[in-house]
């Protein structure tokens, strides 16, 4: 049996794919009210049009990885132009149901066209790196590094930026802000292009850890609702340090439960940070 320094480190990276979903779950409830559970399965779409450019088309998985960015990203505005934006003066409960709908569908779209089968990107297969007997590798620590600089970019633009700072304040006030000059509907669809190409980046790095299937992102919904819950909601760093215990959580875990219950962790954790701490580490609002 590896040690358990083996599981930390596999939590760790799997902390790092769960960081870009979970902060553009989180961003877009703190922005527009819901839980936006379709987000999930743009980690699917962005793996698949990776899949796409990377073995249909002969490119190079890191252009690959921007092809995904931009493909996803123009999946999560279509989706929101046509799903949600009709449905923005409705309950909360309303939409993140549609949210589940749209899930769905993209999932069971991706099936249709490229069946159940487990899929995987042609790149060099490289040899893991012993470091202080842990198994470490190269594509591993370039997730991280990734994840590490997309998360400092967007608190970055959040913090810095004439447009992060009217997206904080469309999240505080949407009707103040709109009475300010503010054009929150243009804000939206920047913060639904930002957390689409998040997501899909997320989906590449997950298909480069593991393999790619219509599944994937499905499966990881609970984890990325549990990292931003114990992040704390509108928090980037806060979802990437969610991210990162879930991961280390969940895979410790399987050392006491069958990897089949995983996900029932993150229920525990989304239980134990509402009981708790209900605003998660950062601060923000649940």
Do not use: C, H
């Not at 960081?19 to 743009?42: E, G, H, I, K, M």
């Not at 007997?133 to 620590?141: H, M, S, V, Y």
């Not at 280390?248 to 029932?264: F, H, R």
């Amino acid at each position: 049996m590896p040690p358990i320094a083996q599981y930390v480190w596999n939590g760790v990276v799997t902390g790092g794919i769960l960081a870009l979903p979970a902060v553009a779950f989180s961003l877009l409830w703190q922005l527009l009210r819901f839980p936006n559970f379709a987000v999930s399965t743009y980690l699917t779409v962005g793996a698949y049009v990776a899949f796409v450019l990377n073995q249909g088309l002969r490119v190079p998985i890191g252009w690959s990885w921007l092809g995904a960015l931009v493909g996803t990203a123009a999946v999560a505005l279509a989706v929101d132009r046509i799903a949600f934006r009709p449905m923005r003066d409705r309950r909360p409960f309303s939409l993140a149901i549609a949210s589940i709908g749209v899930a769905f569908v993209l999932e069971n779209v991706v099936r249709f066209i490229w069946s159940n089968d487990f899929r995987s990107y042609d790149v060099p297969v490289t040899r893991a790196m012993e470091v202080a007997g842990l198994r470490i590798g190269r594509d591993q620590l370039l997730i991280l590094g990734v994840a590490v600089v997309l998360m400092m970019l967007a608190q970055t633009f959040l913090r810095r930026t004439r447009l992060g700072i009217a997206m904080r304040a469309t999240a505080d006030n949407a009707s103040l802000a709109a009475v300010k000059g503010i054009p929150t509907e243009r804000v939206i669809a920047v913060a639904t292009l930002g957390g689409g190409a998040l997501a899909g980046g997320a989906g590449v790095f997950l298909g480069l850890d593991a393999s790619i299937d219509p599944l994937m992102g499905g499966g990881l919904i609970i984890s990325v609702f549990a990292a931003a819950i114990l992040g704390g909601i509108g928090s980037a760093p806060g979802a990437l340090g969610g991210a990162v215990i879930v991961g280390i959580v969940e895979e410790v875990g399987t050392l006491v439960v069958p990897p089949t219950y995983k996900t029932a962790i993150g229920f525990v954790i989304i239980l134990m940070v509402l009981l708790v701490r209900p605003t998660g580490l950062a601060g923000g609002r649940t």
